[in-house]
């Protein structure tokens, strides 16, 4: 007697269940199911996608026999089972959803056990070891995805819940800068500061480090630039309020007295790790996060990556041609989907080119090597300083891109800035700027605004 398995009241499911078999074929893979049962798939699917319905008992057996792949003994099988397969059993619709979301779930775990296998045996023809992180996380991701988008007419308290839903965010401690974020930085987002060497993007993300830690929040600051001790330097002024050469001519109890202090007004932490520059990729500061979790049970509330043009991709090596439009493009998508994966923020930079690294009033244009980046990013500002600024201790904040807000609101704004203690403050004295539209000093926007003066 045949006793069934889960394959079979799977795919016996499939070929009696319309109902069933629309909602769970675009989720099931062919390489879950062993043996003839993935042979017998592959008739279901192949059939369903080319007529768009159920094959018939008569039909899948006819299909079948003009199959030549099939070997005498999964033929024999075959003629076993078929008879089951199209048996109208009653079944409940919720337990057999969920059984096939588990079974697809387990499968796809085990495949990519022995995928993994084969991998560290070095017998794997396209995969490298790289690939075993990414490769486990798929696998543990798969999951039954039945929405179908969002129905504008129909979902209309959805929406108005989702409007009026307060969305957890880290606030800044500048008022201008929660004002344009509606609040601060929300998770599942890119924030990328762009700014010329030494105007002050280090000193920014430490800043931010530390307003975040002091707000109780985890931080994991990632470096790619400088060294953990030099970070934590930047973040030891900002948060002892003591000009950055002070810090090591304090007695070693005097520093101890003070962070000890700074834990009793915090129940955050903050780790900084280095990786050498150009080698650091989100597959290995994901496989940092698992880490973290499991041997300091520290879970990131926000990311800070200093920088993104010198992380690496995990997918795609810097074309020999210098091509980094696509390699700066991937790198920002891979963090952008870190930062959705972990359900945080994730805080970057990026150098201007060289002609923005002169410009008072740079654009997106003026983004070094890839224009794909602020075509990622959810927030993008240009960090400008001058003498005049200096003289007046303030930074120039302009936006670049905003998808937290109208960019065209507060769109130029000055903060205040104290090098020499790693720190950021509201401007004593605020002068909002127009701005000229990026579209404007482009070669096309010259062009058009000659045509416009002619025009009656």
């Known amino acids: ?16 269940n319309e109902g069933y078999t629309r909602k769970v074929i675009p989720f099931i893979q062919k390489e879950y199911f062993e043996g003839v049962y993935q042979k017998l798939f592959e008739q279901v699917l192949s059939y369903t996608a080319k007529y768009n319905k159920l094959p018939t008992s008569e039909a899948l057996q006819i299909e079948i026999d003009d199959k030549s792949n099939f070997t005498d003994e999964q033929y024999r099988h075959v003629v076993e089972i078929m008879p089951r397969l199209f048996d109208e059993e009653p079944v409940d619709e919720t337990w057999l959803y969920n059984r096939t979301e588990k079974w697809c779930q387990d ?15 070095g ?42 839903a307060q969305e957890e965010k880290i606030p800044f401690d500048i008022e201008l800068l929660n004002k344009i974020t509606k609040g601060g930085l929300s998770n ?22 530390a307003n975040s830690l002091i707000q109780g929040k985890n931080v994991l600051y990632i470096t790619l ?60 500061f994901r496989a940092l996060l698992n880490e973290l979790k499991l041997k300091k049970a520290f879970e990131p509330d926000i990311i800070m990556i200093d920088y993104l043009n010198i992380c690496a991709s995990s997918r795609i090596k810097m074309s020999s041609e210098g091509n980094s439009y696509g390699y700066i493009k991937a790198i920002a998508e891979e963090l952008r989907g870190l930062a959705v994966e972990f359900d945080l923020p994730i805080v970057s930079a990026t ?54 807000n109208d960019p065209s609101t507060y769109k130029r704004f000055l903060v ?37 003066e002619w025009k009656f």
């Open 1 to 16: 007697m045949n006793t069934p398995n889960i394959e079979q009241t799977i795919l016996r499911n499939l070929l009696t």
């Open 107 to 121: 499968r796809a775990l085990f495949n990519s056990i022995m995928e993994s296998i084969k991998i560290i045996d």
């Open 123 to 164: 017998k794997h023809q396209k995969l490298t070891k790289d690939s075993l992180p990414d490769l486990l996380t798929k696998a543990l991701g798969v999951t039954f995805d039945t929405n179908v988008g969002h129905d504008y007419l129909e979902n209309i308290d959805e929406r108005y819940a989702f409007y009026h």
């Open 188 to 209: 599942k987002s890119l924030n990328i500061a762009l700014a010329g060497t030494g105007v002050g993007k280090s000193l920014f993300m430490c800043h931010i480090a």
């Open 225 to 284: 630039e400088m060294s953990e001790e030099r970070i934590a330097e930047r973040i030891d002024a900002n948060l002892l309020d003591l000009p950055i050469d002070q810090i090591e001519h304090m007695s070693q109890e005097m520093f101890s007295n003070a962070v000890n202090r700074l834990k009793t007004k915090t129940n955050g932490r903050l780790i900084v790790k280095e990786y050498p520059t150009g080698t650091g990729n989100s597959n290995h």
């Open 351 to 404: 150098q201007t080119t060289r002609k923005g690294f002169s410009n008072s009033d740079p654009g997106l244009e003026d983004t070094s090597e890839s224009f794909g980046l602020p075509a990622t990013a959810d927030l993008m500002f240009a960090l400008v300083t001058n003498e005049e600024l200096e003289e007046e201790g303030n930074i120039m904040i302009k936006q670049l891109k905003n998808r937290y």
């Open 416 to 452: 205040g800035i104290d090098r020499s203690k790693m720190r950021l403050m509201d401007a004593e004295k605020q002068d909002l700027m127009k701005d000229t539209p990026t579209f404007d000093k482009t070669n096309q926007g010259e062009d058009q605004k000659k045509f416009d």
